[in-house]
């Protein structure tokens, strides 16, 4: 099925969940990364259960400290 | 007050776009805009808004210009090493534009000073390195009501979203808590492009002088990310505001600063009495 990704359109398993595809797109810092799916955050304990539909627009939000030192 | 020649002359291509005018040039010079963190987004962003004639902007960073600071942080130079970075800073930004104040806090801000230092600006600038720093500024502008421009570069990436009160999610409301030290890396550990500081220092300074001026929109209730390598900007349109977000939610638990400790290796240890009781 087609999703989209950080913008992109990627062709991935069906009903793959959120936990698989931070995985298959190798996400830097997984266990703090935040996703939203269709503009809604997803709670962090649902990421193993929750399976994403086709057209689904996922992002991934990630920590960006740096700026000053 | 009218324009004095030499502002006609020195604000004329602003005055010529007509999103700025004479009234928005005039809306920049009544202006105050606090920038935490004389460093990398701070630098650039200093000098485009004293450039611009925001008429009073603050600076505070309580350290000293570092020879390993140069390779991005433009408002210094090599003559000015060892220098507090908030007096080099204003050097530089008055020597661009002398038409404006610029009032330099040289210390570190955390729960005890946020309030008194952020209370008289109209607009407050996230250029820190580090997440007890980000996490402390967010909630002291939800506390006070005042609107921010968070952002984040590393590597060849950067980032900023604006927080304006009432009008969509705070930083909280996206990253919850901040990370466990050196869960996530820093700019000291893993390198970043001095240009990128360039680039997201400068949209954070485009950010203040749209909430200054009124012109456009701004990234308030978005998260703007820019890949270097890729060349490719992405707008990330966030959730609304969180209703269960401890600061900015319904039921909020933080009700004053909180100073993460950042040497710690465990933050929850510093949510002392300034957090309340999780009852929700």
């Given at each position: 099925m087609n999703i989209t990704v950080g913008g992109e359109k990627k062709d991935v398993k069906d009903g793959i969940t959120v936990s698989e595809l931070i995985a298959q797109e190798k996400v830097e810092t997984p266990e703090y990364v935040t996703v939203s799916v269709n503009e809604e955050f997803i709670k962090r304990e649902d990421f193993d259960a929750r399976k994403l539909k086709e057209s689904d627009n996922v992002e991934f939000l990630y920590f960006m400290g740096g700026g000053a030192r | 007050m009218p324009f004095t020649n030499e502002q006609l002359e020195r604000y004329s291509r602003h005055i010529i776009l007509k999103e700025?005018?004479?009234?928005?040039?005039?809306?920049?010079?009544?202006?105050?805009?606090?920038?935490?963190?004389?460093?990398?987004?701070?630098?650039?962003?200093?000098?485009?808004?004293?450039?611009?004639?925001?008429?009073?902007?603050?600076?505070?960073?309580?350290?000293?210009?570092?020879?390993?600071?140069?390779?991005?942080?433009?408002?210094?130079?090599?003559?000015?090493?060892?220098?507090?970075?908030?007096?080099?800073?204003?050097?530089?930004?008055?020597?661009?534009?002398?038409?404006?104040?610029?009032?330099?806090y040289h210390e570190f801000l955390d729960s005890t000073n946020v309030l008194d230092i952020f209370r008289d600006y109209d607009f407050i600038l996230d250029g820190t390195d580090n997440f007890p720093a980000k996490f402390l500024i967010n909630d002291a502008c939800v506390l006070l009501k005042k609107p921010f421009c968070h952002a984040g570069i590393i590597r060849f990436k950067g980032q900023l979203?604006?927080?304006?009160?009432?009008?969509?999610?705070?930083?909280?409301?996206?990253?919850?808590?901040?990370?466990?030290?050196?869960?996530?890396?820093?700019?000291?550990?893993?390198?970043?492009?001095?240009?990128?500081?360039?680039?997201?220092?400068?949209?954070?300074?485009?950010?203040?002088?749209?909430?200054?001026?009124?012109?456009?929109?701004?990234?308030?209730?978005?998260?703007?990310?820019?890949?270097?390598?890729?060349?490719?900007?992405?707008?990330?349109?966030?959730?609304?505001?969180?209703?269960?977000?401890?600061?900015?939610?319904?039921?909020?638990?933080i009700l004053k600063p909180v100073d993460y400790e950042q040497a710690a290796c465990d933050w929850h240890a510093s949510r002392d009495e300034g957090v309340a009781e999780d009852n929700s």
């Open positions: - | 700025i005018g004479v009234k928005g040039q005039k809306k920049l010079l009544a202006g105050k805009v606090l920038i935490v963190g004389a460093g990398g987004l701070g630098a650039p962003a200093a000098m485009y808004l004293a450039a611009a004639g925001v008429g009073t902007i603050g600076i505070i960073d309580a350290d000293e210009v570092d020879l390993s600071n140069l390779q991005r942080q433009v408002i210094h130079t090599t003559n000015d090493l060892g220098k507090p970075k908030v007096e080099s800073a204003k050097e530089t930004m008055l020597a661009i534009n002398p038409d404006i104040t610029v009032n330099t979203m604006t927080y304006v009160p009432g009008e969509g999610p705070c930083y909280r409301c996206v990253f919850k808590n901040p990370p466990p030290k050196d869960a996530v890396p820093t700019c000291k550990q893993a390198g970043v492009i001095g240009a990128m500081a360039g680039i997201i220092g400068c949209m954070q300074a485009l950010e203040a002088v749209k909430y200054l001026t009124g012109a456009g929109e701004l990234l308030t209730g978005y998260l703007q990310t820019f890949d270097g390598l890729k060349g490719e900007w992405h707008k990330i349109k966030l959730p609304p505001a969180d209703p269960d977000c401890a600061v900015c939610g319904t039921h909020p638990t």
